[in-house]
């Protein structure tokens, strides 16, 4: 029979099943949702629609009276757009984010106006402006459909998609430079309400080639949880500096139109397979931990915003977790919530008397002025009545609509919601000196003159969002009908779109994760069987095929492809751990990914099977723990022999066992057949792809060895030899003296592998990569040895030669992105030397240039190891990230230098920390983080005061509270503080930035940054405390003069020296580092006293009838 044949009829077989099971699925979801039906989800309210038919007729009519006069007749008749700002004297500018909520009101109505039989058309017709509108938008980004495919690959301003168009031509009207268009919450509300929309049953894309651009725009926003961008209000940093960030309402934004829009038809009911779109759910993941990572703040500058209020409610519904959005809502309120609504962030000078409106940006420190006369917003109280309407709760409907009454304004066409609400400039000083008590004054919303022209000015933003909070609270609108793929449910009990795709859910508590053992060849098939281990092969599985993580990246790219419009579709970008465990259908053919963790890389960390058993344990649990589809997760392992030599070999039977067991470290697993997991697997169905594309051709699957000859016993496998620690490096000041040819002579002469790479090392500076050696490269020399070293797992000419060649690992870009993204930051250079501060996410090749300019230089194997250890940070930081507490800036050089620290005083043995396997480093690693984190105490009684001190310093780590103890000293200081030759100004710190704020934080490790001793660094973290004790305990005292840590510090150290009885002075301050604190003749003593003899040679003011207190 035709092996074409076969697989086809076997893919139908399971195509059949499915089908079965996508039956009862849909049977028992459509049970589900009557049930609901009939309880919760329907408004008690709306269930009264027919019992008060006229009564609601009338007040459809009036609500559609008040859109035609309010939203509608502002809409552009080319475009569809509305405008932004009503006041300017050519009303030319349409914002897409205003215009997205225009059409979203006059959709409610429509949806509203569907329960009535003679709506005499208002439904169409109202539901056909929606459309206008949303294709007007459509219509305006498919004209820059080469900013998104640049944005795919450099996530820049300039290659972002423009945020204002014109009403009439839908052209550009600003340059890329001139606005602040980076907005990823804007595409991705856009995306929400499209879906919406069309699951409602309206028709807003038309073609192929729109259903191609709109796959792209999910390429688009996917990346938001590493794109700093200028966020809802179009400014980035609270400061208006023209400074981006990342925003956690731009992200989950992102994240929710991801949830929506995964597996929707853009075609609706009538639609094909080629018109669903595709998400890529690692992307999803990513997004969704660090949305939850960053909240309940907004961003480095802002601690909280309202912004968050439509990102957490309505519209986005973007994270279920009750507790986390209630710490959230009530952070936001507790800090922002005024008598006329809420400020949009504190310190935001928009709209106030005070703001130059002239100027584009805010001078330095302009921010203070505008610290408690913020603008109010009650547009944030209408979505406040929106979310208690889904809540069904009654009293809070009442309560927010009891203070927008007053706030509202009136008119001819109906209550009018004002933009903001601002402080008069005669009542500025007395509303800062008594916040709430002043008159505030509205907006110039209503009849205003323009060019001596009468025009209504109308927020129609707000607006929008009132008319729809009010057609809810009169129960002329279901929350079911403006929510219809039910965003306001958790995932796991909203409708699926379609099982033939994958969809969202809610982890289950049991989560069985399934496990195929694939053996690459039948000799250590059958070696394992011996062992009593099943495994497969990939004949045995056939016709499923099983697929390198590369070929599946290779047909993802065939996604969203537009050659008219020049998007090449998905970027080549590899799948994570999520992607990898869906089983596949595609063009008649099912097939199975492995994770990239088992491809073989030309990067070391594969060849330490330790290091790679830790890291399949790390996938399980990332696996158990992130999984959100439906059906079980399948996982992958791929067998080869080469994973049985050395002592790599007991690691693997140790885990092999524990999946014969069903549980590893905590999570369940099934072994077995890949056959016998199909039917509970999640399955995913590619139908974008070409259909009569030459697979077999095109994609290359992973198949099976013959490796000859079969191994009686596991002894049979040709064994690594016994691990050397010990280096042997020559000195190299002889290489450079000879010539190239001497040593090519040296290299053949020589067995010792590290002197052979310090050779073509000295032949790479010299001649280059491409000059020959006994007619190999130097490059193709390097690669032998790299291999040869590997194999004999000696890692330092392992990592010297990796970083000759300059390697850079893979996933080192979102490692520095999870670190990135709870408020860290990562420094890279070898200790001592100046360091690259990386603050925002950066591309792969940025990435690999700052490690081989900052480290490669000074220190070869640097380069290849602060990859290992930023990898391995990336995973703590994931799954433990308590371990970093106290640590804001994690400096890799220094942590480095912790490491040694460790080592040399745990081991006596004398080796470097470059012979380490990875899976060492990574342990050794794990030690020096967990052992200080763990500590309740100050210091380890284990360790000298000397070495906790070393290493408090090179982990960077503070105590708790420190940042605002810093704040409180910088309160009492004007002149500032300095610290080895830096200077902490008073001003224009205090007045630019706030006590709780990141950015100060992150300031204030600028400043000890500068310090080169890790010992000494933590001496002045002592003292600070200090200091900040005693002026805590006496208010009445600040300095006088700049406060100088450093003299504060080395007065300290003299007293320290003279009750020691040694008359001579000198620099030696190693005794002084480790004596304890609080003894008798500790360190805090000496540093007391020298802040008292400060304290009467007159640097502190105020002091009158005052005793010191330091505890």
Same mark, same amino acid.
């Not at 669903?276 to 969704?288: L, M, P, Q, S, T």
């Not at 594969?606 to 344990?617: L, P, Y």
């Not at 490096?729 to 001497?742: A, G, I, R, Y």
């Given at each position: 029979m035709n092996p074409s044949s076969v697989n086809r009829s076997t893919t139908d077989f399971v195509v059949a099943v499915d089908a079965l099971r996508s039956a009862s699925n849909d049977v028992s979801q459509g049970q589900h949702c009557r049930e609901r039906k009939s309880s919760a989800y329907l408004d008690e309210r709306a269930k009264n629609f027919q019992a008060n038919y006229e009564e609601s007729v009338t007040k459809l009519n009036r609500y559609y009276k008040q859109v035609k006069r309010q939203i509608l007749r502002f809409q552009s008749p080319t475009t569809g757009l509305f405008p932004r700002d009503l006041t300017e004297p050519q009303i030319i500018s349409a914002h897409v984010r205003d215009s997205v909520y225009c059409a979203a009101a006059v959709w409610a109505l429509a949806q509203a106006y569907k329960r009535i039989d003679d709506d005499r058309g208002r439904t169409h017709e109202?539901?056909?402006?929606?459309?206008?509108?949303?294709?007007?938008?459509?219509?305006?980004?498919?004209?820059?459909?080469?900013?998104?495919?640049?944005?795919?690959?450099?996530?820049?301003? %300039?290659?972002?998609?423009?945020?204002?168009?014109?009403?009439?031509?839908?052209?550009?009207? !600003?340059?890329?430079?001139?606005?602040?268009?980076?907005?990823? #919450?804007?595409?991705?509300?856009?995306?929400?309400?499209?879906?919406?929309?069309?699951?409602?049953?309206?028709?807003?894309? !038309?073609?192929? #080639?729109?259903?191609?651009?709109? +796959?792209?725009?999910?390429?688009?926003?996917?990346?938001?949880?590493?794109?700093?961008? !200028?966020?809802?209000?179009?400014?980035?940093?609270?400061?208006?500096?023209?400074? =981006?960030?990342?925003?956690?309402?731009?992200?989950?934004?992102?994240?929710? @139109?991801?949830?929506?829009?995964?597996?929707?038809?853009?075609?609706?009911?009538?639609?094909?397979?080629?018109? *669903?779109?595709?998400?890529?759910?690692?992307?999803?993941?990513?997004?969704?931990?660090?949305?939850?990572?960053?909240?309940?703040?907004?961003?480095?500058?802002?601690?909280?915003?309202?912004?968050?209020?439509?990102?957490?409610?309505?519209?986005?519904?973007?994270?279920?977790?009750? +507790?986390?959005?209630?710490?959230?809502?009530?952070?936001?309120?507790?800090?922002?919530?005024? =008598?006329?609504?809420?400020?949009?962030?504190?310190?935001?000078?928009?709209?106030?008397?005070?703001?130059?409106?002239?100027?584009?940006?805010?001078?330095?420190?302009?921010?203070?002025?505008?610290?408690?006369?913020?603008?109010?917003?009650?547009?944030?109280?209408?979505y406040l009545i929106i979310d208690s309407v889904y809540k069904s709760d009654s009293e809070k409907v009442a309560h927010y609509q009891k203070l927008l009454q007053p706030l509202l304004l009136t008119s001819e066409d109906g209550p009018l919601v004002p933009r903001y609400y601002y402080v008069p400039k005669d009542c500025m000083e007395q509303e800062k000196n008594a916040p709430g008590t002043q008159i505030r004054l509205p907006s110039n919303e209503g009849k205003i003159k323009v060019n001596n022209e009468s025009r209504d000015n109308i927020f129609l933003w707000g607006q929008s969002v009132y008319i729809i909070s009010q057609l809810l609270a009169d129960g002329l609108l279901?929350?079911?009908?403006?929510?219809?793929?039910?965003?306001?449910?958790?995932?796991?009990?909203?409708?699926?779109?379609?099982?033939?795709?994958?969809?969202?859910?809610? =982890?289950?508590? #049991?989560?069985?994760?399934?496990?195929?053992?694939?053996?690459?060849?039948?000799?250590?098939?059958?070696?394992?069987?011996?062992?009593?281990? +099943?495994?497969?092969?990939?004949? +045995?599985?056939?016709?499923?095929?099983?697929?390198?993580?590369?070929?599946?990246? %290779?047909?993802?790219?065939?996604?969203?492809?537009?050659?008219?419009?020049?998007?090449?579709?998905?970027?080549?970008?590899?799948?994570?751990?999520?992607?990898?465990?869906?089983?596949?259908? @595609?063009?008649?053919?099912?097939?199975?990914?492995?994770?990239?963790?088992?491809?073989?890389?030309?990067?070391?960390? =594969?060849? #330490?099977?330790?290091? *790679?058993?830790?890291?399949?344990?790390?996938?399980?649990?990332?696996?158990?723990?992130?999984?959100?589809?439906?059906?079980?997760?399948?996982?992958?392992?791929?067998?080869?022999?080469?994973?049985?030599?050395?002592?790599? @070999?007991?690691?693997?039977?140790?885990?092999?066992?524990? !999946?014969?067991?069903?549980?590893?470290?905590?999570?369940?697993?099934?072994?077995?057949?890949?056959?016998?997991?199909?039917?509970?697997?999640?399955?995913?169905?590619?139908?974008?792809?070409?259909?009569?594309?030459?697979?077999?051709?095109?994609?290359?699957?992973?198949?099976?060895?013959?490796?000859?000859?079969?191994f009686r016993s596991f002894t049979d496998i040709p064994k690594i030899t016994k691990i050397d620690l010990t280096e042997a490096?020559?000195?190299?000041?002889?290489?450079?003296?000879?010539?190239?040819?001497?040593l090519t002579q040296s290299f053949n002469q020589t067995d010792n592998i590290y002197f052979q790479a310090q050779i073509l090392q000295e032949l790479l500076n010299r001649e280059g990569l491409y000059f020959r050696v006994d007619g190999d490269t130097v490059e193709e020399k390097l690669v032998k040895l790299n291999h040869l070293a590997g194999t004999r797992q000696n890692w330092s000419v392992v990592r010297f030669c990796s970083s000759l060649l300059h390697k850079l690992v893979d996933s080192l870009a979102p490692s520095i992105t999870a670190i990135l993204v709870r408020g860290k930051q990562l420094t890279i250079s070898v200790w001592g030397r100046e360091e690259e501060v990386i603050d925002k996410p950066v591309s792969p090749n940025d990435i690999k240039s700052i490690l081989y300019t900052k480290c490669f230089p000074y220190d070869v194997i640097q380069a290849v190891l602060q990859q290992e250890l930023i990898i391995n940070i990336g995973t703590f930081i994931t799954t433990n990230p308590e371990l970093f507490n106290g640590i804001l800036k994690i400096r890799i050089g220094w942590i480095v230098q912790a490491m040694k620290l460790e080592l040399k005083y745990y081991d006596d043995k004398d080796f470097s920390i470059n012979s380490l396997s990875p899976s060492m480093i990574k342990k050794l690693l794990y030690n020096v983080i967990k052992r200080k984190s763990d500590e309740g105490q100050y210091y380890s009684p284990e360790r000298s005061m000397l070495w906790n001190r070393q290493l408090d310093g090179a982990l960077n780590r503070v105590p708790p509270d420190f940042y605002e103890r810093i704040w409180r000293i910088l309160e009492r200081t004007p002149s500032g503080i300095k610290v080895a030759g830096y200077h902490l100004p008073q001003q224009p710190t205090l007045s630019d930035m706030t006590q709780y704020e990141l950015n100060f934080s992150l300031l204030v490790e600028q400043m000890l940054s500068k310090i080169i001793d890790p010992a000494y660094r933590q001496i002045i973290v002592e003292l600070f405390v200090i200091v900040e004790a005693i002026l805590s305990r006496n208010p009445e005292l600040s300095f006088n003069k700049a406060v100088d840590l450093d003299k504060l510090v080395h007065e300290a150290f003299e007293l320290f020296l003279k009750d020691r009885g040694e008359k001579q002075k000198h620099d030696d301050m190693t005794a002084f580092y480790n004596t304890l604190p609080n003894v008798r003749h500790g360190t805090t003593i000496y540093m007391v006293r020298a802040i008292m003899n400060h304290l009467l040679d007159g640097d502190l003011r105020g002091i009158k009838d005052f005793q010191c207190i330091v505890s």
């Open positions: 109202l539901a056909q402006s929606a459309v206008k509108c949303m294709r007007g938008i459509l219509e305006c980004w498919l004209h820059q459909a080469e900013k998104v495919e640049k944005f795919k690959q450099s996530q820049t301003p %300039k290659n972002s998609l423009h945020s204002v168009f014109h009403m009439v031509t839908g052209e550009s009207i !600003f340059k890329d430079n001139e606005y602040e268009h980076l907005q990823i #919450d804007c595409v991705a509300l856009y995306l929400i309400f499209l879906v919406q929309m069309i699951q409602s049953g309206l028709q807003i894309i !038309f073609t192929t #080639d729109e259903v191609n651009f709109v +796959q792209n725009l999910v390429f688009y926003v996917e990346r938001a949880y590493r794109t700093p961008d !200028f966020g809802m209000w179009e400014r980035g940093s609270k400061y208006n500096n023209g400074s =981006s960030e990342l925003h956690a309402s731009s992200i989950g934004l992102a994240k929710a @139109a991801l949830e929506s829009i995964n597996g929707e038809n853009m075609f609706g009911v009538q639609g094909a397979s080629w018109s *669903v779109i595709y998400v890529d759910i690692d992307a999803h993941n990513r997004n969704r931990t660090i949305f939850d990572t960053i909240l309940p703040r907004e961003s480095n500058s802002k601690n909280t915003d309202a912004s968050l209020i439509p990102t957490i409610l309505w519209p986005a519904f973007a994270i279920h977790e009750e +507790q986390l959005v209630n710490r959230t809502i009530e952070k936001v309120l507790r800090r922002l919530k005024g =008598s006329h609504g809420l400020k949009r962030f504190l310190r935001d000078g928009h709209g106030t008397v005070l703001e130059d409106k002239s100027r584009k940006y805010y001078r330095p420190s302009e921010i203070k002025t505008f610290d408690g006369i913020e603008c109010e917003w009650p547009l944030f109280y209408i279901n929350i079911t009908e403006l929510d219809p793929i039910r965003r306001f449910l958790p995932a796991a009990e909203r409708p699926r779109p379609n099982s033939r795709y994958s969809s969202f859910q809610s =982890s289950p508590n #049991d989560l069985v994760i399934q496990v195929v053992l694939i053996a690459e060849s039948v000799r250590l098939q059958q070696l394992l069987a011996t062992y009593g281990i +099943q495994t497969q092969t990939p004949h +045995q599985i056939e016709p499923i095929q099983i697929w390198p993580p590369i070929e599946l990246a %290779k047909a993802y790219e065939q996604l969203g492809v537009n050659n008219k419009l020049g998007l090449s579709g998905r970027p080549p970008r590899p799948f994570g751990g999520l992607g990898t465990a869906k089983i596949y259908r @595609a063009c008649g053919y099912t097939f199975i990914c492995y994770p990239l963790l088992f491809e073989v890389s030309d990067f070391y960390l =594969s060849q #330490d099977m330790e290091f *790679v058993i830790d890291d399949v344990k790390s996938d399980l649990q990332f696996l158990g723990k992130c999984w959100k589809l439906a059906g079980r997760p399948t996982f992958c392992m791929i067998l080869r022999e080469d994973n049985l030599r050395g002592l790599g @070999a007991r690691h693997i039977f140790d885990l092999l066992a524990a !999946f014969k067991r069903g549980d590893c470290d905590g999570i369940k697993v099934r072994i077995g057949r890949l056959q016998e997991f199909i039917s509970s697997a999640c399955i995913e169905h590619l139908d974008f792809l070409d259909m009569d594309a030459d697979v077999e051709n095109i994609f290359r699957p992973f198949l099976e060895k013959d490796k000859g000859k079969q490096w020559v000195h190299n000041l002889e290489l450079h003296q000879k010539t190239p040819w001497e």
